[in-house]
């Protein structure tokens, strides 16, 4: 695992736990990867006090080729394969009447392959956003619309860093259609909703931690390179949140030994 890569997942679960303790209640649904590819282009501006604060918020040790690393990364991820489509697109939105230094945009140039495409903030901040989603959209095959929400960039706005994953792939032991039926999906310790549920049987990589009364499954995708995990802790009688308590508890050594076949 690089450096980045190291630094990236602890990201990851600090700004998860950051978030699920903020929202208690709902869903929560990240890509924590464009969070810090997005932030790593910010940082690349960044010097003194900024960006000592967001290295350590970012988990970057400090002085290491982070941005060279993220350029290895960038080009692992966007290389072609034949069993899965995978990419990150990053961009620059800028103000055309702005001025960005020619150094910071030949390095976003190099190591997020960021264009920037300058627009009309101050006199058209809606058409920039819709041109924005418009990319986005285009970039995670029509998948994502409308990420900037109105209001997200207004008159005041100089530079918007922006960041698109898109990923399809197929199970390496597919669902069948046929298997799918309603099922009862909990929601909360009494209440539950109907719900369409997948359904197969198959001997599939699994783990079980005693210690969290936790079940680990792997779904691997065709090809085996890349999988899906999922992480069930058993719900407790006396409602006492074995979800919390894996939350905090969840580390990247853990996470890693967990899911080692």
Known sequence: MSAVSSSNTAFALELFRTL???????????????????L??????????????MAQALSFSSGEGVHADFQKLNADINSPSASYILKLAN????????HFLPDFLEATQKYYQADLKTVDFIGAPEACRAAI???VEQQTENKIKDL????TVDTDTRLALVNAVYFKGNWKNPFKEANTKEMPFKIKQNETVPVQMMYQRKKLPYNYIA???LQILELPY???ELSMFILL????????GPLLKLEKELTQERLNEWTDR
Do not use: C
Not at 20 to 38: C, E, H, K, Y
Not at 40 to 53: E, F, I, N, S, W
């Open 20 to 38: 699920s303790q903020a929202d208690s209640v709902g869903n929560i649904f990240i890509s924590p990867l464009s969070i810090s590819s997005a």
């Open 40 to 53: 790593a282009m910010v940082y690349l501006g960044a010097k003194g006090v900024t960006a000592a604060q």
């Open 91 to 98: 961009r620059l939105y800028g103000e055309n009447t702005a």
């Open 133 to 135: 989603n418009s990319w």
């Open 148 to 151: 900037l929400k109105p209001g």
């Open 211 to 213: 210690d969290h009364d």
């Open 222 to 224: 065709v090809g085996e």
């Open 233 to 240: 802790p058993k719900e407790s009688s006396d409602g006492s």
